[in-house]
């Protein structure tokens, strides 16, 4: 088994629209905060809602991704691995922060001011991206909007093949 894991999953919601820089490489560096909102009812009855921001930080086809498609509001699935960062600002002071290095985005809901609930794989996109190496490439997993293939609906009449 391996000896660590260093994995996170989140949902939630642009707080600005990303901010995209090429690098002298050519290298495509993506940037933008998603808040992810905790609710749940304290002792006394109220409704407490729990905010927390989170860094985000997208490379290469990612980060093209996120430039073309992302905008404040928007709705995403990020898993990435968690990246603990030190530098020294311009007073001098030693400042330490956390960011989520994404491996995978997937844009949930529509487009930023919609009331549709589309998604974006109308819009060309399809959907899912990974990053692998510096190519992103298209998720292919059925989402729960898909059709079910006639082969497995119920009542095929392939059920006398079935081993039980």
Same mark, same amino acid.
């Given at each position: 088994?391996?000896?660590?894991?260093?994995?996170?999953?989140?949902?939630?919601?642009?707080?600005?629209?990303?901010?995209?820089? #090429? @690098?002298?490489? *050519?290298?495509? /560096?993506?940037?933008?905060?998603?808040?992810? $909102?905790? !609710?749940? +009812?304290? &002792?006394? %009855?109220?409704?407490?809602?729990?905010?927390?921001?989170?860094?985000?930080?997208?490379?290469?086809?990612?980060?093209?991704?996120?430039?073309? #498609? @992302?905008?404040? *509001?928007?709705? /995403?699935?990020?898993?990435?691995?968690?990246? $603990?960062? !030190?530098? +020294?600002? &311009?007073? %001098?002071?030693?400042?330490?922060?956390?960011?989520?290095?994404?491996?995978?985005?997937?844009?949930?809901?529509?487009?930023?001011?919609?009331?549709?609930?589309?998604?974006?794989?109308?819009?060309?996109?399809?959907?899912?991206?990974?990053?692998?190496?510096? +190519?992103?490439?298209?998720?292919?997993?059925?989402?729960?909007?898909?059709?079910?293939?006639?082969?497995?609906?119920?009542?095929?009449?392939?059920?006398?093949?079935?081993?039980?």
């Amino acid at each position: 088994m391996a000896g660590s894991v260093n994995k996170v999953i989140l949902i939630g919601n642009l707080g600005s629209d990303p901010e995209v820089r #090429y @690098l002298e490489s *050519g290298s495509a /560096v993506a940037k933008f905060n998603i808040a992810t $909102t905790e !609710t749940y +009812t304290n &002792k006394n %009855g109220e409704r407490v809602d729990n905010t927390e921001w989170h860094r985000i930080e997208l490379w290469e086809g990612l980060a093209k991704v996120a430039e073309k #498609y @992302l905008k404040k *509001g928007n709705q /995403v699935y990020i898993e990435g691995r968690i990246r $603990t960062d !030190t530098w +020294t600002d &311009k007073e %001098g002071q030693q400042r330490t922060g956390v960011t989520i290095r994404a491996n995978s985005m997937t844009l949930l809901g529509g487009p930023a001011g919609s009331n549709s609930g589309g998604d974006y794989n109308q819009g060309g996109n399809q959907g899912g991206y990974q990053q692998s190496g510096n +190519t992103p490439r298209s998720n292919n997993a059925p989402r729960p909007s898909d059709p079910i293939p006639p082969s497995m609906a119920a009542g095929s009449g392939d059920d006398d093949d079935l081993p039980f």
